[in-house]
């Protein structure tokens, strides 16, 4: 049984709730806060059908016991509301922590400190909307995809863009980065993906051509049980960490596909319930892709079959995946 506890917060002090089981009537409910104890603790109470179990500053754990399902929710321990005006889009962190990229629907994308979101740097080159943005392995670079369909690289420490790539036909919506950077990845509307020389600003090949958009990429070493196929031609010199990886393909026509990053071979080919939004590697054997009606598939690439199972909390769109600790970090457009 899985089910959503969706939480408004309101200055007053009262939060809607609702819990969703699927094939059930949802029950709705409301949180009150009644005080405050003399440590500062708020004292909270449900409304019938929830309960309320252990509350401290910083999280309120709401429990539905008729469904046997809880949530812990967790406030921000920061929040900065000054980088944007409106929805962000996309962000990441560079890999020493001190960095953010961001872009956003205000169509700015912007470079800030991590620790208080004190602006640095606005990167400005891309006609109409940046989709994604992320920062190479050494945080001193950021590689950034638009609407314009074109794939751009910019200097973290002056925002000047260093390289431009030319190549796609319709808006660029994700991207990655092979081994520490010599090569990237982008996929776009135009339904390809393609690998790309940094040094020399060229593309160095179409990996996979799916005649549907592609909106979502990740690349990650294969197990080595796996056959990814050969090339038909020997891959170029420029090509650098390609070998023993495998691309995964998250599609707008319900399909996530996997292919050998050298050999530009299809390896698998798994259909979902709904469009695929994003994927990412748990390991190298276990993968995991979010759809457009909200479902979250865990597949083992040695055998797609059959996924090993599939998550759905909400119908809400899984918009993106990123592994963390032992588990993973979903979101969805709820």
């Known amino acids: 049984l899985t089910a959503a506890l969706s939480l408004r917060r309101r200055d007053e002090g009262e939060a809607w709730l609702s819990c969703r089981s699927p094939g059930k009537p949802t029950l709705y409910g409301s949180l009150t806060r009644r005080g405050l104890s003399t440590e500062g603790i708020p004292d909270i109470a449900a409304s019938e059908g929830f309960a309320v179990g252990e509350v401290t500053k910083k999280s309120i754990l709401v429990s539905c016991p008729h469904e046997n399902v809880s949530t812990k929710f967790l406030a921000p321990y920061t929040t900065f509301c000054r980088i944007h005006q409106k929805s962000v889009t996309c962000l990441d962190i560079s890999s020493g922590g001190g960095l953010g990229v961001s872009a956003s629907t205000d169509g700015t994308m912007k ?48 925002a000047s863009c260093v390289v431009t790539f030319k190549g796609h036909k319709g808006g660029i919506l994700d991207t990655a980065i092979v081994d520490r950077g010599r090569n990237v990845l982008s996929c776009s509307r135009d339904g390809t993906a393609r690998l ?4 020399k ?10 005649g549907s958009p592609v909106n979502g990429i990740a690349v990650g070493a294969a197990d080595s049980s796996l056959n990814l196929g050969t090339p038909e031609k020997p891959p170029s010199e420029r090509e650098v960490g390609t070998e ?28 979902g319930s709904d469009a695929f939004n994003c994927c990412t590697f748990l390991s ?11 479902n979250i598939y865990q ?4 055998n797609t079959t059959a996924p090993i199972q599939v998550i759905h909390r909400s119908g809400a769109p899984v918009l993106s995946l990123l592994p963390y600790q032992d588990g993973f970090i979903a979101s969805q457009g709820d």
Not at 114 to 142: K, Q, T, W
């Open 111 to 158: 470079i800030w400190q991590a620790a208080n979101g004190e602006i640095r740097r606005l990167l400005e080159g891309h006609v109409y909307d940046v989709n994604c943005c992320r920062f190479f392995p050494s945080g001193l670079v950021v590689l950034s995809g638009g609407m314009d369909a074109q794939l751009k690289i910019w200097s973290a420490e002056d």
């Open 284 to 294: 190298s054997t276990y993968i995991l892709a979010g759809t457009q009606d909200g």
């Open 201 to 210: 600003s060229a593309c160095l090949g179409v990996i996979a051509d799916c």
């Open 196 to 199: 790309w020389d940094c040094g």
């Open 244 to 271: 023993g990886r495998i691309l995964l393909l998250a599609r707008e026509d319900k399909k996530l596909q996997g292919v050998g990053l050298q050999s530009r071979q299809p390896v698998f080919l798994f259909i």
């Open 299 to 302: 597949l083992d690439v040695r």
